[in-house]
């Protein structure tokens, strides 16, 4: 998970606790407990100058260190997203990522580099989960930035992207190369064809959002624990 | 270092050795030797799909493991650029990181968030390098795309930004975080106002700019490891 805001709500409802320095010199925190026997790791990106890191490169740096000291047999990057109104998606929704996460402010060509840029790492197929816990599914798809541009836009629309965050493209691509399973989960902040300005939009309803976000991990985490735990 | 034809060059003046398999299953790729009674690690991001990793997520992966893996004294981040004719920048030119490395495609906003996201990650000063090795001196910024879109010209105007490239940031980020020394060196590829494709011009001069890469790299790899060893 990115953001404090985005993590408090779930290490709030397990108790789990701060492993201060576990990564060092890094950042990045962790925050561990053992639910039904078996280790849950709430990874965030951690502060920086007095402020939370978010993006794709502490995603980066997060995801190899976790999968390297945590050796987890999956990974969850639960965190806020824009969507789309044309979708039917309405604030607090929550959804599985469906499908590969790819990236849209990528832009080096539509030659095999280019096709690369887009990333489009695979995630764990989540239709089973999604229909059992009655979520939605949508493609994550990710850039470096909060608003959204017209060159954004087009890939968004040309490759079916319907989740717009700021990290799963990056955890997805470490995810990929270590061949560790994903899921990505994904509560809407805002609305990026609602007319409102993303920052304001997402300041207001990232509490609920992180609340919604709770209660779909709560599921989840019950759903691979408890009710399958053949599954991994 | 991000691409194979970047780092070929210096590869080869220096019959550095490829350590198959040591980053494990991670594209990432070290190339080893003993210069001047020290070591030399050459680190590229590796293929992924057949073709070279480039940008971001994929320098934030290689510089991790690099760091926990070598633990080496300085990294010198090498690699190709474009520039601005405005500024004086001719393709081949090979200049040396000024100030802080910053990012031009991270917009958050205004506020602390906003402005973490723009990096400025510190460098090591080389004005006395450059001075000695006469080399021209510029700030690094990075951006996720081989384009140029107003939005990142606007920002690269108002922080200063002369050395456009993909990976810089990225490399300063995770370098940052465990405070190890830094250096960039970036040779230009092409020029940003030049009015040429810019994909174009990138493939046209890259063996150029790679071969003036290894003379610079050569230079830097003499000065530090033997003549001014108490440097590091």
Redesign the interface.
């Known amino acids: 998970m990115a953001m404090q805001a985005e993590a408090k709500p779930l290490i709030e409802r397990y108790g789990l606790q701060n492993i201060e320095g576990f990564f060092g010199?890094?950042?990045t925190e962790l925050y561990r407990g053992i639910i039904a026997g078996k280790e849950l790791c709430i990874v965030t990106l951690g502060r920086?100058?007095?402020?939370?890191?978010?993006?794709?490169?502490?995603a980066?740096?997060a995801t190899?260190?976790a999968i390297?000291m945590l050796h987890p047999d999956m990974i969850i990057n639960a965190g806020t997203c824009g969507a789309f109104k044309a979708n039917g998606s309405e604030i607090g929704d929550v959804y599985l990522s469906e499908g590969p996460v790819m990236?849209h402010?990528?832009?080096?060509?539509d030659d095999?580099?280019g096709i690369?840029?887009l990333g489009n790492y695979p995630t764990y197929d989540a239709h089973q989960m999604a229909a059992d816990l009655r979520l939605k599914l949508g493609k994550c798809t990710t850039g470096?930035?909060?608003?959204c541009?017209d060159?954004d836009l087009a890939i968004i629309k040309r490759e079916g992207g319907m989740l717009k965050d700021m990290e799963a493209?990056?955890v997805a691509?470490?995810a990929s190369?270590?061949?560790t399973p994903l899921i990505c989960v994904k509560s809407v902040t805002d609305l990026i064809d609602g007319g409102e300005k993303t920052?304001d939009e997402f300041r207001r309803n990232l509490s609920m959002a992180s609340n919604a976000l709770r209660d779909a991990c709560t599921k989840i985490i019950q759903y691979l624990f408890v009710d399958q735990p053949t599954l991994f």
Do not use: M, W
């Open positions: 010199e890094v950042p920086q100058h007095g402020v939370d890191l978010v993006g794709c490169e502490a980066t740096l190899t260190l390297n990236f402010d990528r832009r080096i060509g095999p580099l690369q840029s470096s930035s909060l608003d541009l060159e493209g990056a691509f470490v190369v270590y061949k920052i």
